[in-house]
Structures are given as C-alpha cells and as structure tokens.
C-alpha cells in the first residue's frame, strides 16, 4: 500500500515523539511491504514564530491533499498569552474545520500492568475499563452564537438533525466492532437541542439492530464513569459533553502519555494526535512518553487504511513492552526500568 501522510511536530515534547512515531511507521511499511511518504508540515508556535501564524494556507493545502495527518502536540509558554491575536490553538481548530473533521474518536483504556496508575479503587478499576468516547467536534456550543448584552453574556447549543446524524453512525460503527453497546449521553430532561439528539439517535438505531442503545443523562454518565467504569463501552456525545467526560475518562487511566485520539470525516482522511499536549516543562529532556503517539499511528493505520494488522502489531508491541515492566517516567511503578523517550521508541519499533 502507498500512502501519504502529513507529519506535523509542533512544539515543545511534539518533535520528540513524532520522532519515535515515525520510527514505528517506518518498521511497519519495512515488515508488511508498504510505502509511506512522510510530508514534514509546519503549524503551532514554531509556524507562527516563521510566518506569523499558527496554520498557514501551505500547511493546511499539503494536510489536505495527504490521506492521513499525524500531529504531536502545539503550543507553549512563549505563545501562551491569551490576549495574543494569533494562538498556536487556532492551528488546531483551523485543521479539524479545515479536514472537515466532524467525529473526534477518544480510547480511553487502562493497561494492565499499568492498573496502580488509575486514582480509582482496585476494586472498581479491577473489573476493566476500555471504553472509547465519540464525540461531536464541529457543532454545538462551541460554535454556536455567542455574545454579551449589558451585563450577561450567552452561548447556544444548537444542533441540526444531519450533524447529528452523521456523528451517530459513526458512533454505531464503531460499537458495532466492538461490544454493540453504546450510550448516547445528552441531557433530554432539561434542553431541547439534547431532545432532538434523543429523537436522531434512535432513528439511527433502527439501521444498527445488533446494537443496544442505552440514553444516560449527562450528570448521570459522569457519576457513573468513576462509580462503574466496566459498564461503558462506546458513548456518544456532543461536542461540549465529550469534551469534559472524555477528560474524566482519561484520568481514570491515569496515563496521559498512553492516549491516542483520531479525528475523522466524511472520507478515510483522519487526523492522528496523542491527547496530551506540548508538554514544554519536560520538553528536551528526553523523558516524554511517546506511547501516545505511538497508538495513535496504530489508529491511522486502522481507521484510515484499513491495516488491522498492523495496527494490531503496534498495540501488541505496546503491550510486550509494558508487560515486561519498561515504563517512561511519567508511569513508573515500583521495580520497573525507567527509560527514556528515544529507547522506549527503540524498544516498541524492536518488538513489532
Ligand atoms: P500538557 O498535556 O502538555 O501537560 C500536562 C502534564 O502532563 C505536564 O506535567 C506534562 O509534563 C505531562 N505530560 C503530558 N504529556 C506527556 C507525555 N507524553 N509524557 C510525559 N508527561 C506528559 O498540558 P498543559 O501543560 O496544560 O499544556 C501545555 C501546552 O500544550 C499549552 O501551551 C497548551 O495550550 C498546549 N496543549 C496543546 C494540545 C494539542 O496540541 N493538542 C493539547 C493540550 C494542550
């Protein structure tokens, strides 16, 4: 298979764990006889550093010409001013509208050599937790109309019945692949948007017969993430709901250097990026966790191109590795070998 694939670094730990994503990439294409074309594409502080913004008209053409885009992370303390006319942010947010990138895709799964991580109870953690949350990313609150009047300020939540729609079967597509148990989570009782979210959500059901829907109100589901975990699998959320639950999920974890993120549209095209950031307090030092990153090639790899078996192949190396008790610093546990970012990498692309 021949593809290309946009790369961009960013800043901060972003150019050491590309570096290591690119290596497994590379022993991937070498092991299974593929061809990928790796285009270096520039965006974040470093873009606007260069040419005064954060995702110049070049980058965004050469992401959208690739058939996937690979990102490390963007920002830092030198672009952190909230009052600066041009964020490395707005990077972010001008490549998902530009890529058309409607669903963003969170796994969130606790390892289990990695279990102490978690702030949750044994007892509760014990009994599994790997869910993935689909979540709305171009509609909602966050893109609906805001503003200020005298002294009160508003945002609306408005949804149309194709958005949703759309985001739905991405959602039963994915539950369909795995357990065919997906919550849609809204808050029906109190808004009008989260009843017509209701209404779309069964209406798509009747194409997924062989997948339970279950509504959970949203209070409910961030109740029942820390009190039950084991009893999710897929949920579906809009764009402001997965925003806070999908972090919930991840803490849960206890591991942010362990999770991967896809953002997908219409197409086969997708944006891969590990959730965390730019993490500039240990940038440099060669300590970053590029698992992240890693699992986040493992999802291109799948969503995108359709390699299952590769994509496994990474996961499984993942697995090996920790198993066998190597961590980076930011998951070390007691008796474990601390490695560095470039050795991790070296170890993972080893093993695959
Ligand atoms: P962060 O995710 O960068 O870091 C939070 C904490 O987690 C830090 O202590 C960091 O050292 C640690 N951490 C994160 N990733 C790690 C990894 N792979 N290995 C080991 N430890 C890791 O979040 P923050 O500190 O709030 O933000 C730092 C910068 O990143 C800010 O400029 C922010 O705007 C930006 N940011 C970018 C993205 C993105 O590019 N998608 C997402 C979030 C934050």
């Known amino acids: 298979m021949n593809k290309n694939i946009a790369v961009i670094e960013g800043d901060g730990i972003g150019v050491e764990i590309i570096a290591e994503a690119v290596k497994v990439l590379k022993k991937i294409a070498q092991k299974f006889g593929h061809s990928f074309n790796l285009i270096p594409v520039e965006m974040g502080g470093c873009a606007i550093d260069k040419y005064g913004v954060a995702l110049p008209d070049f980058s965004l053409d050469a992401c959208k010409a690739a058939d996937a885009v690979l990102l490390g992370a963007v920002g830092g303390p030198k672009w952190d001013d909230p009052t600066a006319r041009v964020r490395p942010e707005q990077g972010l947010l001008g490549l998902r509208a530009g890529l058309g990138c409607f669903a963003n895709i969170r796994p969130a799964k606790v390892y289990a050599p990695l279990a102490a991580a978690s702030p949750l109870k044994d007892s509760i953690i014990g009994k599994g937790f790997d869910i993935v949350v689909v979540r709305e990313l ?5 893109f609906g ?3 200020r009047e005298g002294d009160s300020a508003f945002d609306t939540e408005r949804y149309s019945v194709p958005e949703v729609e759309r985001i739905a079967h991405a959602a039963f597509k994915i539950a369909r692949g795995r357990k065919k148990v997906l919550h849609s989570v809204d808050k029906a009782n109190v808004l009008e948007s989260s009843r017509l979210w209701r209404e779309t959500v069964a209406r798509v059901a009747k194409a997924y017969p062989d997948v339970s829907v279950i509504n959970i109100l949203v209070d409910n589901a961030a109740m ?28 849960i974890t206890g591991s942010i250097g362990m999770l991967a993120s896809a953002s997908t549209g219409e197409g086969t ?5 590990p959730i965390h950031g730019s993490a500039p307090d240990i940038a440099g030092k060669n300590i970053a966790n590029p698992i992240a990153t890693i699992l986040s090639v493992a999802m291109m790899l799948d969503i995108s191109f359709g390699l299952k078996a590769e994509a496994q192949a990474i996961d499984n190396a993942v697995d090996s590795v920790l198993s066998d008790n190597y961590r980076t610093a930011d998951i070390a546990t007691d008796g474990c070998t601390v490695l560095g970012t470039i050795q991790m990498g070296d170890l993972i692309t080893e093993r695959i």
């Open 138 to 142: 171009t509609g909602g609150i966050y």
């Open 145 to 147: 109309e805001s503003g």
């Open 224 to 251: 029942q993430l820390v009190r039950n975990p084991a009893q999710f699998d897929v949920m579906l959320t809009s764009n402001i709901f997965g925003d806070i639950l999908s972090d919930e999920a991840s803490q």
């Open 269 to 273: 095209r997708g944006l891969y990026e």
